[in-house]
């Protein structure tokens, strides 16, 4: 079943990230502890399907309050998908995105892109260093490493981040081949950039605790009660959260 052959591939692609990157992904969430315990915001930010990574962790049962997706229409393919794959690659998304989400250098951002060689996601990436905010990205180091950069500066993500965490996808992302089909089948890079960011944010969490810091984790919304126990995490973070 090529369904099988794909979960194989999958639970492949996420033993070699525990395998390899949980060092890394520790690391960054050292940085993204510091930042939330001296009250800054994670920003997440990727262009077309890489933006949903940063849905995944947005106002999320079992999931950190300050932590902002950065949603730009025009790069997300919420609608006109094929519009925004061009618009990806246009320079200038920089500085007007982190303008408008006012981050300072109290906060983390963290770019996901795949391929990491298009201009928006790089110069996000670029402008953010710029403000001396610090930068992590979820990449295919692989994939990267195969394709020129689409970014004036010839800079691909994982060269432009102070932390890189590689998300073991290949060259093209599918991971599945199959005899007679031009195209492979069934891409992975969505599936490794949730695991990561989740398994980033509990050692966000973990690092907390161990520092003595009630982390601010929200409930489920469809609990008895989740209301009450969530309002005063969207008061505290209200106006910083721009996504909310």
């Known amino acids: 079943m090529l369904a099988e052959r794909f979960a194989g591939e999958i639970h492949d692609m996420l033993?070699?990230?525990?395998?390899?990157?949980?060092?890394?992904?520790?690391?960054?969430?050292?940085v993204v502890a510091r930042s939330m315990m001296s009250g800054g915001?994670?920003?997440?930010f990727?262009?077309?399907?890489?933006?949903?990574?940063a849905e995944e962790v947005l106002y999320r049962a079992g999931v950190?309050?300050?932590?902002?997706?950065?949603?730009?229409?025009s790069l997300t393919g919420h609608t006109e998908v094929c519009k925004s794959e061009f618009a990806e690659r246009l320079e200038g998304w920089g500085k007007v995105i982190l303008d408008h989400r006012d981050i300072s250098p109290q906060d983390v951002l963290l770019?996901?892109?795949?391929?990491?060689?298009?201009?928006?996601?790089?110069?996000?990436?670029?402008?953010?260093?710029?403000?001396?905010?610090?930068?992590?990205?979820?990449?295919?180091?692989?994939?990267?490493r195969s394709v020129s950069s689409r970014h004036s500066s010839g800079k691909r993500l994982f060269e432009v981040a102070d932390l890189a965490i590689d998300n073991k996808t290949p060259l093209g992302d599918a991971l599945v081949h199959v005899e007679g089909t031009r195209a492979p089948l069934g891409p992975?890079?969505?599936?490794?950039g949730c695991f990561i960011v989740h398994c980033l944010l509990l050692q966000v969490v973990e690092k907390m605790m161990a520092a003595g810091y009630d982390p601010p984790v929200f409930l489920s919304g469809n609990l008895d009660g989740a209301r009450e126990y969530n309002r005063p995490l969207l008061q505290r973070y209200k106006g910083r959260v721009k996504a909310w």
């Open 46 to 53: 990727g262009t077309g399907h890489s933006h949903l990574v």
């Open 188 to 192: 992975g890079s969505g599936i490794a």
């Open 41 to 44: 915001i994670l920003h997440i």
């Open 15 to 30: 033993a070699r990230i525990e395998k390899e990157e949980f060092q890394v992904i520790d690391q960054a969430a050292e």
């Open 64 to 73: 950190l309050a300050p932590v902002d997706a950065i949603l730009e229409p």
């Open 111 to 144: 770019v996901v892109s795949n391929s990491g060689r298009n201009a928006a996601p790089v110069e996000v990436a670029m402008e953010a260093k710029a403000r001396g905010v610090p930068v992590i990205a979820i990449t295919s180091v692989a994939y990267s």
